[in-house]
């Protein structure tokens, strides 16, 4: 690595630690010549995934998009931003696993929707209206139904009380 100070090639590592969740090695660095010290980042090379949209124009993933996508559909829900990431990290994960280079936008709208079934009903469904595009209004009726299922159950536990 070229010294940042006088140019040198030579130079040894001081430090090494893995940042971010294992995305990146930190390294920290002397210039065997000018003694020197500066720090260089490794990251993992990922070709970016693309995505197919529904009118088959393909778009560069974007996680920041998908975060924004949840965290709208999460709002005033006890969803923490924390578990919204790590749906996100491991929906990245799961299809850097399957070695997959593109997906199509309802696929992984249905990749979000089976993690958020289990985490929050009402954000569930919200997040379906916007991104599974109900395929039929009895689907979006029967989603429907379930959110006030769980207004009963919540009002039924009131009542017991
Ligand atoms: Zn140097």
Redesign the pocket.
């Known amino acids: 690595m070229k010294?940042?100070?006088?140019?040198?090639e030579e130079?040894r590592v001081l430090d090494s630690r893995v940042i971010r969740d294992g995305l990146a090695v930190r390294r920290r660095r002397e210039?065997?010549?000018?003694?020197?010290r500066f720090t260089t980042y490794e990251y993992v090379e990922r070709s970016p995934l693309m995505i197919i949209k529904n009118d088959g124009q393909r778009e560069e993933y974007d996680r920041d998009k998908l975060i924004a996508g949840i965290t709208l559909a999460a709002k005033k829900r006890p969803v923490s931003r924390t578990t919204i990431e790590k749906i996100v990290s491991e929906i990245e994960n799961e299809i850097a696993d399957e070695y997959k280079l593109e997906i199509e936008s309802k696929e992984l709208g249905e990749r979000v929707l089976a993690k958020l079934i289990d985490i929050d009903q009402v954000a569930y469904v919200r997040f379906a209206s916007v991104y599974h595009a109900f395929q039929n209004i009895n689907e979006f009726a029967e989603a429907m139904q379930g959110i006030d299922e769980i207004k009963r159950t919540a009002l039924n536990k009131e009542k017991t009380k």
């Open positions: 010294c940042p100070f006088c140019n040198k130079d210039c065997l010549s000018c003694k020197k």
